[in-house]
């Protein structure tokens, strides 16, 4: 049984507590901004399924004898930019090109420049503040010392 994080979650040689904890928060940052990223993503999905409803909607509106309304439908909602100049593609092309690139590079060179490319050293640390050392179930230091898992069991019992 391993009592130490994998090596590539453990600490460089030489690299201090508070360049492990900036580069912790550095991560924990970039984890938001995927989280943003996803409902910028799930917009997209909506506004295309709204698009494809509003569609179907505008039909029915028109063939319930509502053609006043059904031209608005057409001509002030359907097809329509939900931001200027902008579909929700474009949103999400802007914003991975532009912010989240710029973001994740920065994030990619403080790992590679600060930490030898090792990523979630802060966590593994603090993981390895809280986990118990006295073989309890679910606090295992690493997925090779699970038993009975036979994705990580090396077949020798651990």
């Known amino acids: 049984m391993n009592e130490h994080p994998t090596p590539e979650h453990r600490r460089p040689e030489g690299v201090t507590d508070a360049t ?7 991560s924990a940052a970039l984890d938001h901004i995927e ?5 910028l993503y799930a917009f997209h999905r ?9 569609e179907e909607a505008t039909t029915m509106v028109r063939d ?7 031209d608005a439908l057409d ?7 939900p931001l200027p100049g902008m579909w929700s593609f474009q949103m999400v092309d802007e914003f991975d090109d532009g912010f989240y690139a ?3 590079g920065l994030h990619q060179r403080a790992l590679d420049e600060l930490m030898g490319g090792r990523r979630h050293v802060f966590e593994a640390e603090m993981k390895e503040l ?5 073989g309890r179930e679910g606090h295992e230091a690493t997925p090779a010392d699970v038993e009975g898992d036979p994705e990580y069991d090396d ?3 651990s």
């Open 46 to 54: 909506l506004m295309g399924s709204a698009e494809s409803t509003l």
């Open 64 to 70: 319930a004898g509502h053609t006043d309304l059904a």
């Open 155 to 157: 077949g020798a019992g």
């Open 102 to 104: 710029r973001a994740k």
């Open 20 to 26: 492990v904890e900036a580069v912790g928060k550095l």
């Open 75 to 81: 001509r002030d909602a359907l097809g329509a930019n």
């Open 35 to 39: 989280d943003a990223r996803g409902h």
């Open 130 to 134: 809280r986990r118990t050392r006295d």
